[in-house]
Structures are given as structure tokens and as C-alpha cells.
């Protein structure tokens, strides 16, 4: 999906925030606050605190609230910053090395770290810190540049598949050998397509002083030490996403406008004339339609233009995405309307993967198909609208409950964690105790006080909500138990009460 894609930027002292738009339509969006920075790239100096033998790895101190989780048996994430990549075997120029196929938590083929218990070492953030669990860590460090990433202690070159033409790939080998040094990594990314061995070289070199000053650093402070941090998110992800199959990147922030146009002068000059500063009145996230796509991401489900509609669950643990045909009822024949709305379903599915930034294990559950031809038709469609999405996916074929598990790389919390909090009232369930419910509550609660309460008025104070039912289609029960156990009841009601909270006051008749 080489879609023509446009980037929109809206800053101000407080935020930044980023949306990828590809054929105009939403993809991705990114938000960064001055109280919350992305932490994914810092590279620390840190202290081992202790090793845990039973997870292989490593907890140790980088001075955040939680320790940050090091594995001891990984090798270097060639594939960190691009979905696919191909190796140069070492020393050769012969076929790539087969993939590691492994999950996440097995060790990879390399031998662990020999480090111990208040050892310092340096270590970068590769997963930002998620509810209790703290960041995880890599000590194979990487520094990103628009055309390459480079690894100062990894002898490997890499060049992105997305660089299809194999001439290329082999030009871009060759440039990589000619411009490193023994013993250093480099992936070369899709932008360095279109580079010229000066600008690759240029970026490289500026790169290696990075790696320079860091080392420095590190040598002449105390750990734990922040020793490197990524640029700011408009200008990392200008570095990222702006790529040749960019239209334009509109900019409403004057000093954000100049500080992109000062790194694309020196990182890539040939793009400064697609940076456009706005002006109009409308906000730039309004007018270009971003905000009304945004209210969409707190929806549970979303309709699909055929009548069909997808509901979308996220916990802790996995994604479960459902597909439902709902009001679709244009085709006569059972399965050509299944497929349809499969394959509608489908890009969207890919669309709210990226946009809602939805990672780790994701089920996706299909309407069923008797014909295994279409099923792998839709399977396709997702991967053909996954196609440009930067972070790594991995499928597994349909199970024999008609599920398709997938899994995503995840970085960072989902948008919905960053853009929302758990709700006071439900505390993340989703849903809160029923009317009828509270009303037993507060009956239950006054039958288990009710030698102190005999003979008092009762004075029962709900939510607006709550009182209201207990006074109209609740009224005859509660008079009853009134009655029965000699008591007053009094409602009133109080806008500063959640639904599921309620307070009993008592006075004397």
C-alpha cells in the first residue's frame, strides 16, 4: 500500500501531537507531553541490582521509579526501527542468515552477559515502563539517523527490505563497508534509497561522534545517569516518517517549523520544500478532519460502510478484535456477504491496529467461511494494510476455532492508555453495578445495621441517577422494607457521588 501519505503537526508549550495520514485517510497518531516524554531510545548508565536466574535476566537501576528489565541472553535488535531487514552474513556477501523464529522470552543465540550483582553497565530503554512493569532494556546500544541506525559494538550490516531492487541493496552494502568501522553495525533504512554515499556518510560519522560523547559521559559520572535521550517527537518522527512517498508535512507551530527545517537542511535538504507552515484559522488538526477520527478511538465498536461493524476489547494481556455483519443484508448469498464484510473488515482492522497503536497478542475473530480460498484472502488484505507499519508483526495460521492470532511489537502503552485513565467508577472493568443492584446494596447494608438503625429516620444518599430510581420504579419495594423493619427512609441525592457509591445518615424520629 504505497499510498501518498501527509504529515500534520500541532505543537505547543504543553504538547506535541502527530498525525500520519496515507490516501487522507487517519493511520497514525502520536501525542508527547512536557510531563511525560517518550523514554524508548535513552541510553542510561545503570546498576545491576540483582540477577534472577529463573526469567534470564536482569533487574537494574536507571534511576526511574521501577527498575528497568534486562535480558542476559540477547543479541542486538537489527529490526528495531524497520519491519524487515537482510543481512550480510559476516565477513560475506552471500544469502542472509535465517530468522530467529523464537517468542520474545526465549534466549536468542548468543551467550548470556557475564555481569553481576552492583556491576554498572549501559543500557538503552526499548519498551516504555507499562502499568507495574518497568521498562525493558537492551545493552546493545543503537543510535537512529534518518538513513541508518548504528550499532557501536555489533560487526553486521543490514539494508531494509523495503528497499526492494536488489542492485540497490547490494549499492547500499557496499557504501555501509566502505563507510564504517571494523567491528561496527549499521541497518541501512528505506531512506537511504535515495541518499548519495556523502549524505550516508555525513549521518554516519555524525552518528559515531554521538556514540563518542556518550561513552565520555558515561566514564565521568556515578550511575544511575541519563547519558543520551532521542530529539524531540516532531523531529524524530519527521526522521521516521518522512519519507519520499510524503506529500507535505504542515507544521501550525512556528518554533516546531523551525526546528525541523533546521534538521531536514542538514539531514535532507531536497524535502525543506515540502515543511509548510500554517496559518489558517480552523486548528490544523480540525481542518485537516484528525480530531473528529480521534473521538473514534473511544468507541468499543465501530460500523463498517457495508452495515457490518467490529468491536474491539483491549486488557492487559491481549486484544480481541470481533467482526459482526450487523445491518449488512445487500447480498443475497450467506457467503459473498461474509466475505465482503471479511474483507472490509480487514483494512479496518489494520487501520485501528496502527492508529490505536495496538500491540502484543491480538485475536481477531472473523465471521466464518466455508470456502478456506476466501479465508486466505482476507488474511492477505490484513497483511497487504499492514504492509507500511513500522512496528514488527508476526502471524500464526487460522486456529480451529476460526481465530487469527497475531502479535504485534510493542513500545510504548496503547493511544487509548495515553489518551485516557481508568475510570473512577468501573476502575478499568468497563461496566458498573446495575440500578437494581445498588438498590439491594443499600438494603442489604441497612438490614445488616438494622438494630441500630430501628426506630431512626434514614437518611440514603446516592447519585443523582440512583436517587431517582429510588424514589419512581423502586419506590413501592423500598416502602415495603420500610415498613417491615420500622425504619424512615429519606432519599436525596448528591452530584458528587459516584453511581455505585451511597452514604446512610441517621437522626432520631
Known sequence: MNQKSEIIISANEWETRLALTEGDVLVEFHVERAEKLSLVGRVYKARVENIVKGLRGAFVDIGLRKNGFLPLAEIPEFDAFEEDLEFEPKGGTGDPPPRHKGTKNEPRNSPAMEIKEGQDILVQIVKEPFSEKGARVTSYISLAGRYMVYFPAVDRVGVSRRVRDRRDRQRLRDIARRVRRE?????????????TEDEIRQEYESLEHSWDEIRKKGESVAAPAILYEEPSIGVKLVRDLFTENVRKVVVDNKPKY?????????????????????????????????????????????????????????????????????????????????????????GEIARQIRLRDLSGLVLIDFIDMEDPKNTEKVVQELRKYLANDRAKADFAPISRFGLLEMTRERTRPGLLYTLCETCPTCRGLGRVMSRVEMALKIERFMNAKIRALKGRRVKVVTAPSIAEFL????????????????????????????PTEFRILTELK
Not at 524535502?271 to 468499543?300: A, C, D, H, I, W
Not at 423500598?478 to 441525592?493: N, P
Open 183 to 195: 567491528k561496527v553495525g549499521l541497518i541501512l533504512r528505506t531512506a537511504a534509497e535515495s541518499a
Open 258 to 346: 523551525k526546528e525541523i527545517i533546521d534538521y531536514l537542511r542538514r539531514a535532507a535538504p531536497s524535502l525543506v520544500s515540502k515543511v509548510f507552515l500554517y496559518g489558517g484559522e480552523t486548528p490544523v488538526m480540525e481542518y485537516y478532519g484528525v480530531e473528529s477520527e480521534l473521538n473514534k478511538l473511544y468507541q468499543r465498536r465501530l460500523w463498517l460502510k457495508s452495515g457490518g461493524f467490529l468491536t474491539i476489547d483491549q486488557t492487559e494481556a491481549l486484544v480481541a478484535i470481533d467482526v459482526n455483519t450487523g445491518r449488512s443484508s445487500k447480498e443475497e448469498d450467506p457467503e459473498r456477504l461474509i466475505f465482503t464484510t471479511n474483507m472490509e473488515a480487514a
Open 471 to 498: 424514589t419512581t420504579e423502586y419506590s413501592d419495594r423500598l416502602g415495603e422494607f420500610a415498613r417491615s423493619r420500622e425504619l424512615s427512609i429519606d432519599v436525596r441525592s448528591d452530584p458528587e457521588l459516584a
